[in-house]
């Protein structure tokens, strides 16, 4: 079990230590953001790579399910690669299995999934470089993961850690990717202004430049989150209200020491993709961290840091997040604080609480498995029975002999060859030496 379901402290988080950069009071949002995750009802919980080996399996199959599980999941929702992971085990999801199947089967298993038809080209190549180079287990490190067609850095590292246990860098997703622009926990500080086409003081991912004066920004609704209405509320306070810092683990000096890095990079631009990403948390982030990072923050990103409409009502850490400044700043602090109190059920009209989305169950189609099979079965009809070492082909025709043949009888001319002289035409005949005479006019 991750530590972040059993321990959501920040005791643990100082103990481990972070690397010079590290940005201000990083361990009380991640601590805050473990409490959240503690009830692990987001998608990834139960239907993320990890989940969806055969346990029943040998340690190989599970690892070689792990990797084509990572290969599906690739610009395809939690539930999609689920779905799709049923009906290959149904089918049988092991390496052998899956280099001789047809790719027009594996299509019809892993249909809807992005880039299906790719992708079935990339199982099967996979599958095929897993047994001869293998013996039908997965590479035992990064460099050959990175080898197979279809794997790229974050599928190997987290291959790594879920398949052999052993981590050699963090994998970045779209999720981890936001989130950690959104919580400026990385990014390139103090360059030109964002660039043409955003909102003025806003990134991609909906931060706005947050100074040490919180009306910075707010003003015509400048820099909110997505789907926040705009010059919906001057800001009423010069810092976060109470309602924004409360939370288990986040102290006034938390809000202090963030508002004084936000004021000291007013102009933030995000990394420019995953693995810069990646680059940057492996700098800072406390290596005992790395295994669990990944999870965490893509549970995150699906139940709370949404992409559009960030529940930022029911996070506990919006106090330290540009974000979460932003959007109260926008609304204006009294009617954040009643976002909250309904977020958390306390609006006194007797209505429960928001429930942002978890994960729930999937009903999986099996209709695709017979069609496979049926696929799969006339492939093998169509194919030639392999000759065992050693059996016999059936009786070679014999030779002729000179010593077969019968001495006494007339030797058979062989027959006539075509001649390939082409005709030529009366007039040329005419004028040919010793060919008929020409007619006279």
Known sequence: MAAWRTDPGRAAL???????????????????????????????????????????????????????????????????????????????????????????????????????????????????????????????????????KGVGPKMAHIAMTS???????????????????????????????????????????????????????????????????????????????????????????????????????????DTRNPEETRAQLEEWLPRSLWPEVNLLLVGFGQTVCLPRDPACAECVVRSLCPTGRSWEQALGSQEAARLVREARGEGGTGSPPRRRRTSRPVEVDMTPVAEALAIAGQAAAAEPEPVAAGKALGPRPRPALLADADPLAEPQSPPPRPSRKRARSPAREAGRPGGPPMPRE
């Open 163 to 269: 398949a052999w246990g052993r981590g050699g860098g963090i994998g970045v997703d779209v999720h981890v990717h936001r989130v950690a622009n959104r919580l400026r926990w990385v990014g390139r500080s103090g360059g030109a202004p964002p660039m043409e086409g955003k909102l003025e003081g806003a990134d991609r991912h909906g931060t706005a430049p947050v100074s040490g004066d919180p009306g910075a920004g707010a003003a015509a609704g400048k820099g909110c989150p997505p789907g926040l209405p705009r010059g919906s509320g001057p800001a009423e306070a010069a810092e976060p209200s109470d309602a924004s810092c409360a939370g288990p683990v986040v102290t006034a000096a938390d809000v202090a020491a963030c508002s004084a890095a936000l004021a000291a990079s007013p102009h933030h631009q």
């Open 14 to 148: 100082a103990a481990a230590g972070a690397g010079a950069g590290a940005p201000a009071a990083w361990d009380a949002v991640y601590a805050g953001i473990r409490s959240m995750r503690a009830d692990a009802d987001a998608p990834v919980d139960t239907m993320g790579c990890e989940r969806l080996a055969d346990p029943d399996a040998p340690a190989a199959v599970q690892r070689f399910q792990v990797l084509v599980s990572l290969m599906l999941s690739s610009q395809t929702k939690d539930e999609v690669t689920y779905a799709a992971m049923g009906r290959l085990r149904a089918f049988g999801c092991t390496p052998d299995r899956l280099a001789a199947v047809p790719e027009e089967a594996l299509q019809k298993l892993i249909y809807p999934v992005g880039f299906y038809r790719k992708k079935a080209e990339t199982l099967r190549l996979a599958a095929q470089r897993c047994l001869s180079e293998h013996g039908g287990d997965i590479p035992p490190d990064l460099p050959g993961l990175l080898r197979l």
